[in-house]
């Protein structure tokens, strides 16, 4: 049973992080996209405050998200190499489908920004996971455009940030497994 994927466990122990540039059509449908983000809001969330929302870049808005990641990085490092806009080109139109995350504290609770922050990265993982449980396959990235204010700004302002850009799809390739800590070397046991 411990390899059964039909199993709540084996799901969790069989997710893999796919690269967004090997992930292929199809995605998924508007219908399972939503139960995706349902099942990502169910995330621990002291306070209630969802601290996160979920922004969804269609296939015919990718260009425009291209076009706003590559001016913002030209403003920012006008010596850039052509080779560098080209990646950026290419980052916004990866996967069938595109989830941006993003972080959105209620800086006027009295809730710690910490655990909004954590309840943020948390709603990804638990979209990782939804991905993982319908069939598709995600990859998480950050880089530069989830650091600069300017391609934030396109989706929303401060105090948000963006904590991810959520791409799934249907793996194109096998997915690798990483190496994984070993348990042993990450866990102690507290004695007082």
């Not at 139960?35 to 621990?44: E, H, K, Q, Y």
């Not at 403003?75 to 850039?80: F, L, V």
């Not at 600069?148 to 302002?157: C, L, Q, T």
Request: neutral net charge; proline residues 9%; glycine residues 8%.
């Amino acid at each position: 049973m411990f390899n059964d994927r039909s199993t709540p466990l084996s799901l969790l122990e069989t997710r893999r992080s796919a690269r967004p540039r090997d992930l292929v059509a199809p995605g998924p449908d508007d219908a399972t996209l939503a139960r995706m983000l349902a099942i990502a809001a169910r995330t621990p969330d002291h306070g209630k405050l969802a601290p996160w929302r979920f922004v969804i870049v269609p296939a015919e808005a990718r260009g425009a998200l291209a076009a706003r990641i590559i001016s913002a990085y030209r403003a920012e490092r006008p010596e850039a190499k052509q080779t560098e806009i080209d990646s950026f080109e290419r980052f916004a139109a990866q996967a069938p489908a595109l989830v941006v995350v993003m972080s959105s504290p209620r800086p006027e609770s009295h809730i710690p920004l910490w655990e909004q922050e954590l309840s943020a990265g948390a709603a990804c993982m638990n979209l990782l996971h939804a991905a993982h449980a319908t069939g598709f396959a995600g990859g998480w990235v950050t880089g530069w455009p989830a650091y600069s204010e300017s391609v934030r700004d396109a989706f929303g302002a401060a105090p948000e940030r963006i904590a991810g850009f959520i791409f799934i799809g249907t793996p194109g390739a096998a997915l690798e497994e990483r190496p994984r800590p070993d348990p042993g070397a990450v866990t102690t046991r507290w004695t007082g």
